[in-house]
Each structure stands twice: as structure tokens, then as C-alpha cells.
């Protein structure tokens, strides 16, 4: 996939700004589009895909539990 995307996930990043998961996201979208820079007629579907993968990202992120972060009992 693309080697460029880094990890967001914590422990590799200790906080993730919405601009990490955007421009996450435009790299992806640009990598399986297949277009750095979309066509006019295009530009719609690219930026509706940016803005649902970066959605789709910060639920992710959001959901995910990382073993050393969980909360401990007492």
C-alpha cells in the first residue's frame, strides 16, 4: 500500500491532529485513485472520498484500544 500514510495510532504518536487524519487520508484517496490532483469533473468524488475516509479515520482512532492505554482496575 502507500509506505507515505505513517501511523496515527497510539504508541507511535502520542496525538493526532485532524490535519494528520486529513492529509492520511488524501494520501490514500491519491493512491487508490491513482490521480495526485484530480480532473475538474472529478474534483467532487475525490473530495467527498477525503472527507469519508478522513471521517472513517477518526472513528477509528477514536474506537480503537491500545493495550497500554487501557484503563487498569484498582
Do not use: W
Amino acid at each position: 500500500m502507500c509506505r507515505s500514510i505513517k501511523t496515527l495510532r497510539e504508541p507511535y504518536v502520542p496525538t493526532v491532529t485532524p490535519a494528520d487524519i486529513e492529509a492520511a487520508a488524501l494520501q490514500y484517496v491519491r493512491k487508490v485513485s491513482g490521480f495526485r490532483a484530480p480532473a475538474a469533473h472529478n474534483a467532487a468524488a475525490f473530495e467527498a472520498a477525503v472527507r469519508a475516509v478522513t471521517a472513517a479515520t477518526a472513528t477509528l482512532l477514536d474506537q480503537l484500544q491500545v493495550r497500554s492505554t487501557r484503563p487498569t482496575a484498582p
